[in-house]
């Protein structure tokens, strides 16, 4: 397993996540139906929209996992906020970074996983949509796009909501 280093931007980014008050704070029904509609969509049992704090990943919204959150040096999440596109992982037991994860090799037995990272306008990303499947498979690129779509969505309704939307 590769420990997932910390962005250049770090310091900001967490300053930016604490400023907008979305930490521990109770479901959200359009969240909800976000990575519900997700997980429908995609077929999988797993859907989240994670927050990647200094030490945790913490879930704002899940379906198919009864943790609200994982330490983040396991985080798949803290990998999809090193960049700015999808992380797309079509088996997680043949990638390095990933292959001995207790996330995979131990609940929830992870094998897929596509990452899309909640950037915001001044580039500093708060953590991820995501989807993760118990069995190996890859979007096409009309399911990218949709994946993309939903994750512009969610960090629209994430910020306008705590009414940042100028972040």
Not at 45 to 63: E, G, H, T
Not at 90 to 116: E, K, Q, S
């Amino acid at each position: 397993m590769i420990t997932p280093p910390l962005p250049d931007n770090e310091h900001a980014r967490l300053a930016l996540l604490r400023a907008l008050l979305l930490l521990d704070t109770p479901p959200e029904e359009r969240m909800d139906k976000i990575v519900e509609f997700a997980s429908a969509e995609f077929d999988v049992p797993i859907c989240l929209i994670s927050l990647v704090d200094s030490d945790r990943q913490w879930f704002k919204a899940r379906i198919g996992i009864a943790a609200c959150e994982t330490p983040r040096d396991i985080s798949f999440c803290a990998h999809a906020i090193l960049g700015s596109g999808l992380l797309l992982v079509p088996d997680a037991l043949l990638d390095r970074r990933f292959c001995d994860n207790p996330l995979v090799t131990g609940t929830p037995r992870i094998r897929f996983y596509a990452g899309a990272p909640l950037v915001c306008e001044n580039g500093l990303a708060l953590g991820t949509l995501c989807l993760i499947d118990t069995r190996p498979r890859t979007l096409d690129q009309v399911e990218q796009a949709i994946l993309e779509s939903l994750r512009d969505l969610a960090l629209l309704e994430l910020t306008a909501a705590q009414g940042k939307q100028d972040v």
